[in-house]
């Protein structure tokens, strides 16, 4: 028996006149719509003008949220980059398809190709397929973008502060160290080639426009054509750079320029899709692959309130924006509070595009009845908190979250660093077990597992289904459904 409350969150959508469609009319209208997906880098649930940030405006984006339907429950697949990446072009955990943490310079693994991905299977549909900006999915040729489903890329093969500049400073570790670990300048590569190299900030200053320009391009070539176009923004991930049409245009110095030009950018690919006529049929979705970097203070985002941040499997590091727009099929001005994530996108493409899924399982659902209104919708009920290599920290079904003790990354009582330098973290604080009421208590204060016996209960059993699925390192579970990731001596 579920003793758990049933949820019913704030979907509400107010039908008339040629809006009130049901969804099986509305999929009937479906002919292979354009989908966009912009990617952003270390930004916060608070980064956003629409969802509380001051002194700077995102207008364009709140235009979208206006326009479409913001999501207040999103969460990323995990709270790092290369893994948030790998979950959501797989719809999988990351830990299922053997990506953790942030895939360093020197890593001789990647993304597997054997793993089916977004684009891969909208390819079986004809799209046309671009990647743009950071992919940190693995830099050698076997793990590029190319090999991985898309028609072309250009952008970074991992975080624009893997380099020796980089360690030389804000790190506070020597350039000399960093080469030792095989660090090179940061290459900037196109299809699989590198075109150049990233030396100095003043070279990433550039990386946004560059960026924006090329995903214009590709909009103009493809407009005849059905296309999947994967911006995936370098910034606002550290070292903040930002061009001279920005540079001190906010109140709140480098970050607020750094998000005042991100804005113009999704300005840039509304207007182009305006231009071209391809407003009403393309799909576009903005989101973000973890939570701020908050030790690095004014050179950080914001949570919004939530506690912690990127690395770290409280909301701060976890909960991230989600903008969805979709004339013709998402209500404009919609709020959905229903539980959601990065690994939902995948099977909502399939859906829409009447594409077939991955042969091998992914964990993520289709969301797509959320998109269309229906209120009653509740595609995803549970979700799982996994960081490190294949830790289990938390679990959570509708709004109760059980959070486990674990070892982990906590920002809390440490003095934040400035204009680039990071402040103090502990990466091994020890988490005591809590529960935790996200509806009454988002920001996760408070520990009310002696008063909900049978919700503990509840969720830990299905925590030890999903350790016997995929394991957890804190219980030393290996799981049996784990995949290997690709290595540069597979065959």
């Known amino acids: 028996m579920n003793i758990l409350p049933k949820v019913s969150i704030g979907l509400s959508l107010l039908m008339s006149g040629t809006y009130a469609f049901s969804q099986a009319n509305s999929k009937s209208k479906i002919i292979k719509p354009n989908i966009v997906l912009i990617f952003m880098d270390d930004m916060g649930y608070g980064d956003l003008s629409c969802s509380g940030a001051t002194q700077y405006k995102t207008p364009n984006l709140d235009r979208l949220a206006a326009q479409g339907i913001r999501f207040t429950n999103f969460v990323s697949a995990q709270a790092v980059c290369s893994a948030s990446r790998a979950g959501i072009l797989t719809g999988c955990y990351p830990n299922r398809v053997g990506i953790s943490g942030a895939l360093m310079p020197n890593a001789e693994i990647g993304l597997n190709p054997s793993e089916e991905t977004i684009p891969e299977i909208l390819k079986k549909q004809d799209y046309k397929t671009g990647a743009i900006g950071k992919w940190h999915l693995g830099h050698h040729r076997q793990f590029l973008p190319l090999q991985q489903g898309f028609d072309e890329y250009l952008g970074l093969p991992y975080s624009n502060d893997m380099w020796p500049v980089f360690f030389d400073g804000s790190r506070n570790v020597s350039k000399e160290y960093a080469r030792k670990l095989n660090y090179p300048e940061l290459p900037l590569i196109r299809n699989n080639d590198k075109i150049r190299e990233l030396k100095t900030l003043d070279d990433q200053a550039g990386l946004t426009t560059l960026y924006t320009e090329t995903a214009v391009d590709f909009i103009k070539r493809n407009k005849n054509n059905p296309f999947f176009l994967y911006l995936a923004h370098s910034m606002p991930h550290v070292p903040l750079a930002v061009s001279s049409k920005f540079k001190g245009k906010s109140e709140q110095g480098l970050y607020g320029d750094v998000m005042m030009e991100i804005d113009w950018s999704v300005g840039e690919i509304l207007k182009a899709l305006e231009q071209n006529g391809l407003e009403k049929n393309t799909l576009v979705i903005f989101t973000s692959d973890n939570g701020p970097w ?148 988002p920001g996760e204060r408070y520990d009310v597992k002696e008063y909900y016996p049978e919700v503990v209960a509840e969720l830990k059993k299905l925590a030890d289904e999903a350790r016997i699925d995929l394991g957890d390192d804190i219980q030393k579970a290996e799981g049996a459904n784990r995949r290997m990731p690709g290595r540069i001596n597979d065959n």
Not at 372 to 393: I, T, V
Not at 427 to 432: G, L, M, R, S, T
């Open 294 to 441: 908050i030790n690095f203070g004014n050179h950080a985002g914001s949570t919004g309130g939530l506690r912690e941040g990127k690395g770290n499997s409280f909301e701060g590091g976890q909960r991230v924006p989600c903008l969805m727009k979709w004339p013709g099929h998402i209500q404009e001005g919609t709020v959905c509070n229903k539980l959601a994530s990065t690994i939902d996108i995948l099977p909502t493409l399939a859906s829409i595009t009447n594409s077939p899924l991955p042969e091998k399982k992914i964990d993520g659902v289709n969301i797509l009845p959320l998109l269309l209104g229906d209120g009653n919708a509740n595609p995803r009920e549970s979700f799982l908190y996994y960081y490190r290599k294949n830790s289990l920290e938390a679990v959570r079904k509708g709004d109760w979250k059980l959070v486990f003790a674990h070892p982990g990354r906590t920002y809390i009582g440490f003095k934040p660093g400035t204009d680039g330098f990071p402040g103090e973290v502990n990466e091994n604080f020890q988490f005591e077990e809590g529960l935790y009421d996200l509806r009454r208590d």
